[in-house]
């Protein structure tokens, strides 16, 4: 069958574009530029890959940003004083503290003293409690920027049977809420597969759209996926490539060269999901800025 890949890189150079033009009317009205920060808290190599796209993306649609940085020492208490400050400052529209957070650290804590009307990865429960009910708040970025990239490419989950596999609070389980809910991008039918699922191929042969999100590299072989699925994934994996000058590469749950032959779409890794993500991030910081401003959307 012939696939077709869901190349996230150019729709999120597309879409940063648009928001960039929305950005330009605004300043042209004599405003100030949305602004994002963002704690980064020791010096994990992923949070930093993560952190440099954040930052790019923002001076790309013209946002102003700035990264705060604390060594991996910071105790909770400090690191909350922080985020009570980045609430209280008038010129930050919205924020995010960078996870995974050290171990001494309850990130739980951290995050439920985020401000909901300035957190905008939709990390605090009262926006996943929201988001739940249909209500309006920010939506957690990756499950965003996975609709959204359907969306774009006329992928229809009304009906449609759907398998996620992996439970994380902030890509599994929020997007099984999101495709099974009343909506635009819902009404499918979901299953949401987890490390104690049973006899998970069986389930994963019915998925008309196929997520991946645990992170493990090639997890789902082509013997688990239906002809024609929609297959996606969230997995960034890196492992040893001793053909590669740095030694390793990035992959994603699924293993690419053979699924995607029975596939009618699927997600690279890397230029699937993960640059979605942080199209989201910037669509909720400018969400965030028009509320504060008291301007329409
Ligand atoms: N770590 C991995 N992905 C994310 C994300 O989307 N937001 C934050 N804050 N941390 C992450």
């Known amino acids: 069958m012939s696939y077709k890949v869901l190349d996230g890189k150019a729709l999120s150079t597309t879409i940063k574009q648009e928001i960039k033009e929305q950005v330009d009317e605004i300043k042209a009205k004599n405003l100030r530029a949305p602004h994002l920060s963002a704690i980064l808290v020791g010096n994990n190599p992923a949070s930093e890959a993560y952190m440099g796209n954040k930052v790019k993306s923002c001076n790309i649609v013209g946002y102003t940003s700035d990264l705060i940085r604390r060594d991996e020492t910071i105790t909770q208490e400090e690191l909350i004083s922080l985020v009570h400050e980045l609430n209280d400052n008038n010129s930050v529209d919205g924020f995010i503290v960078q996870l995974p957070l050290p171990d001494h650290i309850d990130a739980d804590a951290v995050l439920l003293a985020i401000d909901p009307e300035k957190d905008v990865d939709g990390f605090h429960p009262y926006n996943f409690g929201c988001m739940a009910q249909g209500l309006e708040c920010f939506l957690p970025a990756t499950p965003h920027g996975i609709l959204i990239m359907m969306e774009r490419y006329g992928i229809e989950t009304s009906g449609k049977n759907v398998v996620i596999i992996g439970r994380s609070n902030i890509v599994g389980t929020p997007l099984s809420i999101l495709l099974s809910r009343k909506s635009k991008m819902g009404n499918a039918t979901v299953t949401l597969a987890h490390s104690r699922t049973k006899n998970l191929s069986a389930l994963t042969l019915q998925a008309d759209i196929l997520i991946s999100a645990l992170g493990k590299p090639f997890f789902v072989t082509a013997d688990m ?47 699937g999901v993960g640059p979605m993500t942080v199209v989201t991030l910037m669509l909720n910081t400018l969400k965030a800025y028009r509320k504060k401003m008291k301007l329409k959307d």
Do not use: H, M, Q, W
């Open 225 to 271: 996926v239906k002809e024609g699925a929609v297959v996606i994934d969230v997995g960034i994996n890196r492992i040893d490539d001793l053909t590669r000058r740095s030694g390793s590469r990035l992959v994603g749950d699924i293993d690419f060269e053979k699924v995607a032959p029975k596939s009618s779409f699927i997600t690279p890794v890397p230029g």
